[in-house]
């Protein structure tokens, strides 16, 4: 069994940074990708930024420039730098991950960029 902990998120206003972590506990075999999804209230949840186990980057057209994924393939942990965020940047934000063929999700954590 894998279990996915975040941390980071919170409140912050228009133009700051926040740092969001995403750790992968249990057994874990082959990973395939590990990134993040993010669903604002009455919206569909999107991709907003995914890495490869070989270090392939994908990002959501609305993030670019702005957002880093990274990953630390010996802790099995994926981290997202969010920069000059903006309200449309709102959302509970959610870690994926690629395991063995296997989906798995985290429990989500709430970003809110507001004055």
């Known amino acids: 069994q894998v279990q996915l902990v975040e941390s980071g998120g919170g409140l912050v206003q228009p133009g700051g940074s926040l740092a969001l972590s995403c750790a992968a506990s249990?057994?874990?075999?082959?990973?395939?990708?590990m990134g993040w999804y993010r669903q604002a209230p009455g919206k569909q949840r999107e991709m907003v930024a995914r890495?490869?186990?070989?270090?392939?980057?994908n990002y959501a057209d609305s993030v670019k420039g702005r957002f880093t994924i990274s990953r630390d393939n010996a802790k099995n942990t994926v981290f997202l730098q969010m920069n000059s965020l903006k309200p449309e940047d709102t959302a509970d934000y959610y870690c994926?991950?690629?395991?063995?063929?296997?989906?798995?999700w985290g429990q989500g954590t709430q970003v809110t960029v507001s004055s």
């Open positions: 994926h991950a690629n395991i063995g063929g296997i989906v798995y």
């Open positions: 249990g057994t874990i075999v082959n990973v395939n990708s």
């Open positions: 890495i490869t186990g070989g270090g392939t980057t």
